[in-house]
């Protein structure tokens, strides 16, 4: 089934779709306008909404030219942007983000922002200084998701951590909190201690990577996967299953992946810094995969991994 656009019970259908002001605060016209957002749209376990579509920024330099993703990014209708301390361009997401919410007229919190601790920065006072740092370099208030960007070796400095994303949702640092790259273990090692549920797991999930015993574990506990990776890095796109699906649809073979990750409510972080990728990845929410042809992508499953913090078997 194609993806479905989730509205909280509390807001009305119009509160997805931007209204982008006409006029700014100081009198000038916009320097562009944007479209309308895309509406799909996840609601998390903590009663907050997740657009389901992201762009990523892994290894994404920390100037102009992500500047620029960013921007054609929000320009054709993403409102989620998934950075991190690591990928070490925090400063670039947020000049885009500050500058674009400024020149739209867009209020703040039209505009999702992810971030997530580094593994150097486990321990409970380390995350709260990350977390204030990445605040900082990002130039906002607050973050709507903050993640563990993967599980510290150490039991207790994990736990330390948790407690110390529980106490920032508490402060309004950040709306949501999760976790990303944790397998069973980590997991229900943390539900065992945790007052607070992760909203999120994000980890590597394709056709070829799928993960089904872990993400029962997360459907489970009302934890939504965050699919990075969505596109195997670029390296399946030519697999022939896949192709052949491309042209049944007439879409291109990363729309296929990326609508079969999303129709599995999963919200799905395509990396690009081409302005046109970035504008045809968002083009999966108009149609549907029968089940001939998720039976096709089932069979793709050959625990094909890329990427190098994924930690466990599951």
């Not at 030219?65 to 993403?78: P, Q």
């Amino acid at each position: 089934m194609a993806p479905i656009a989730v509205t909280p019970d509390n807001v009305s259908p119009e509160r997805n779709t931007v209204s982008v002001k006409k006029v700014l605060s100081n009198g000038s016209s916009p320097e562009r306008t944007p479209r309308p957002s895309i509406d799909a749209a996840v609601r998390l376990n903590d009663g907050n909404t997740i657009p389901q579509i992201a762009l990523g920024v892994y290894k994404a330099p920390n100037g102009e030219e992500t500047e620029a993703a960013v921007t054609a990014a929000l320009d054709a209708g993403y409102r989620h942007i998934d950075s991190a301390a690591r990928y070490a361009n925090e400063e670039a997401c947020g000049r885009a983000i500050r500058r674009w919410l400024e020149e739209t007229g867009t209020p703040r919190d039209e505009v999702f922002v992810t971030s997530k601790l580094w593994d150097a920065d486990h321990g409970y006072e380390p995350t709260m200084k990350a977390l204030l740092d990445s605040l900082d370099k990002f130039g906002l208030d607050y973050l709507d998701l903050y993640l563990i960007h993967s599980p510290s070796d150490d039991d207790q400095k994990r736990l330390d951590s948790w407690r110390a994303l529980e106490d920032a949702q508490k402060f309004g640092k950040c709306r949501s909190i999760g976790v990303s790259n944790f397998g069973t273990a980590h997991l229900q090692h943390l539900l065992e201690h945790a007052t607070v549920i992760p909203a999120v797991n994000q980890i590597e999930i394709h056709p070829f990577l799928q993960r089904e015993e872990l993400v029962e574990i997360c459907k489970k506990h009302n934890i939504k996967i965050e699919a990075y990776s969505p596109l195997a890095r670029g390296n399946k796109l030519e697999d022939e299953r896949v192709v052949k699906l491309a042209k049944k649809h007439n879409k291109t073979p990363a729309q296929i992946l990326l609508n079969w990750s999303a129709s599995r409510g999963n919200i799905v972080l395509p990396k690009s810094m081409t302005a046109s990728r970035i504008e045809s990845n968002a083009q999966i929410f108009d149609f549907s995969l029968d089940a001939e042809d998720l039976k096709v992508l089932a069979d793709c499953e050959e625990n094909y991994v890329t990427g190098s913090l994924h930690k466990t078997e599951d």
